[in-house]
């Protein structure tokens, strides 16, 4: 009878390992993740998508997984949250879910996949930016900046920009 109970215990810890972290979000499972101190903080660079000049991104990332974005060239607001973090081979990128929710630019809507990866040469000053979502992919690489390096971007974009 006492074998039993290692395998009970290990049971009850995959059940309750396997229900931590995440949310239904209707199919689209989210599992929180807490970033590195090499993510989170502000960002600012300049994209590149087919079909437009080249434009501007800032973004504040949270260690919690969230960020708040704007863009130029499109002049909308929206936030992501983490997905994953793939970490086959360092250093790890991680992707997030992007939701486009309002801005100067009229029609700010839309939904998509970010991907950033750290520069292998530049972290954590550098990061690799991939964008793909609504039959559109954009790419570029962000700079690490402070709250006032922001505030041009959200300004164009219409928003105040995070506290």
């Known amino acids: 009878m006492l074998a039993r109970w290692p395998v009970a215990l290990l049971v009850l810890v995959a059940v309750a390992v396997a229900g931590c972290g995440s949310e239904d979000d209707g199919g689209k499972t989210t599992t929180r993740v807490q970033l590195t101190p090499l993510l989170a903080g502000d960002w600012t660079g300049t994209l590149t998508q087919k079909g437009l000049a080249p434009f501007r991104i800032a973004v504040r990332i949270s260690s919690d997984g969230t960020g708040r974005v704007a863009y130029t060239g499109i002049e909308c607001v929206g936030s992501w949250i983490v997905k994953n973090v793939l970490a086959s081979s360092p250093p790890a990128a991680y992707n997030f879910r992007e939701r486009i929710t309002e801005g100067a630019g009229g029609k700010c809507k839309g939904e998509g996949v970010v991907s950033i990866a750290p520069e292998p040469r530049q972290a954590p000053k550098e990061l690799g930016y991939g964008f793909t979502g609504g039959g559109v992919s954009s790419r570029g690489v962000l700079h690490r900046?402070?709250?006032a390096?922001?505030?041009p971007?959200?300004?164009q974009a219409g928003v105040?920009?995070?506290d």
Do not use: A, I, N, Q
């Open 149 to 151: 390096g922001l505030k």
């Open 160 to 162: 105040e920009p995070p």
């Open 145 to 147: 900046t402070d709250s």
């Open 153 to 155: 971007v959200f300004d």
